[in-house]
């Protein structure tokens, strides 16, 4: 649960939604009969994590027959908020809005999108607690709020807390040292998925205390702030034995910094990061990092699976809009069970359509994950 309340006033939360013709004409697509599916994206589209969930909906959208138009916003809280505009400004309207609560931007998006009485899906960065306690919540108080898809962001933060403990009994015959100096750098203070991801941390942390931790850093998600705040703390003479990362970018910025200082990752410091990073993958392979958690920029694709099933009636999304999945760890013991679709990242390879539970039996749940499912490619 997110600690930080939302600045956010119910009549500043209805913004004027208006758009150049210009920016429209860059949205256009080819089947305007077919169902439209807006994506406002809150990262960048051509590279990082938020390329690679844009085109896993890609993928599945172009599988399942739907029109995906997606608007980003390069991590920049403004942008993000013309990006919902050109959205709603579409015209025709789109069928279905897909959002994110970054920046705890989603608030407004939801409401907007219930006052013009178009569907909208929470992706990712749910509504806060707080959030829904002041607005409420999906299908029960706003009726176009139809769904939400969230990682199990606490478990995974837990997980790559373990893994450093797990990494130093590998590295040492199977003997640990009585404590563990943990350098625990979180991506922001605001995000639902960051404060989750903390949340395991704690969890271990209380159930671990061979991990003591010296400082607790915000990186912003960032390869250099990582490497800068890294780098400065064991010029201060820090202790670090395992740094807890919350994603692949600060891992690897740390990384880069033990290394100038002369310490080996894998042998005499240990960290772990997440996000499934085309970098992150190399690092474990490697040895440099226990593992790096994620595959939820799945999620892109997997709520084109959620979107389908909804559109056919599956009653799972009637009785259940929130739905949860786990994310999975990369491992160097189970790399090479993924194949080469993460280093190729061709996604249209990988069939949608074997998630969906659409003619699978009544009461049957959701299981969303490459490692844990048997028919994951083509």
Partial sequence: MSRFLPCLSVLGLLVVMTMPL??????????????????????????????DVRDTMQAAADQFGYDLIVFDSDRDWQKMANSAAEAFALDPAPDFIIAVNEHQQGTRIVLEAERRGIPVIMLLNDLTQEQKDAYGRPRKDIKNWILTLTPDNERAGYDIATSLIDGARLANADKLPKKM???????????????????????????????????????????DEAYRQTEAWL???GCVDAVWAANDNIALGAIAALKDAGRVPGKDVFVGGLNWSKDGLDAVAQGAMTLTHGGHFFAGA?????????ISGVEILKENPEVTFRMEAVTQENLSGLGDVLSTREWNRIDFSRFSLVNSPSGAEYHFGLLSHDNDAK
């Fill in 22 to 51: 210009s920016a429209l004409a860059q949205h256009e697509v080819d089947h305007p009969d077919r169902i439209r599916v807006a994506f406002i994206n809150p990262g960048y589209g051509d590279r990082g994590f938020w390329k």
């Fill in 181 to 223: 100096c943990l350098l625990s750098i979180a991506g922001d203070r605001k995000t639902p998925a960051s404060l989750e991801r903390l949340d395991g941390l704690d969890h271990a942390l209380s159930k671990f205390p061979i991990l003591e931790e010296q400082r607790r850093l915000v990186a912003n998600w960032s390869y």
């Fill in 235 to 237: 010029k201060r003479g």
């Fill in 302 to 310: 997997w709520v084109m699976v959620l979107l389908h099933d909804y």
